[in-house]
């Protein structure tokens, strides 16, 4: 079956990163675009990161270029995908999720466009 599993969150100081990784299965995730969202308790799903299918293109919010790099390993069965979040802040606290859709229109940064989601891994940053 279809499976997303996002694993690497935990508890960081202000300043440190963290990878977080997730496996995506169950389908040719190889042809779709992979994404993070987060939500901070209270608030919105909010788009974090995109990768194009073969990894040629890139997208990030605002609040997280430059700090955060997301990138992707197409392997046969199982497409994992990371985003490496450097310069942590406080406000980066929520609840990340890997998110998937087949890699068609622009419309990258809306969590509605995904088909496929994880179940979401907590990061913590601490000041």
């Known amino acids: 079956q279809v499976q997303l599993v996002e694993s690497g969150g935990g508890l960081v100081q202000a300043g440190g990163s963290l990878r977080l990784s997730c496996a995506a299965s169950g389908r040719a995730f190889s042809n779709f675009r992979m994404a993070w969202f987060r939500q901070a308790p209270g608030k919105e799903r909010m788009f974090v990161a995109a990768?194009?299918?073969?990894?040629?293109?890139?997208?990030?919010a605002d609040s997280v270029k430059g700090r955060f790099t997301i990138s992707r390993d197409n392997a046969k069965n199982t497409v994992t995908v990371y985003l490496q979040m450097n310069n942590l802040r406080p406000e980066d606290t929520a609840v990340y999720y890997c998110a998937a859709k087949f890699d068609i229109g622009a419309r990258y940064h809306l969590a509605s466009e995904y088909s496929d989601w994880g179940q979401g891994t907590q990061v913590t940053v601490s000041s």
């Open positions: 990768i194009s299918w073969n990894g040629g293109l890139t997208y990030y």
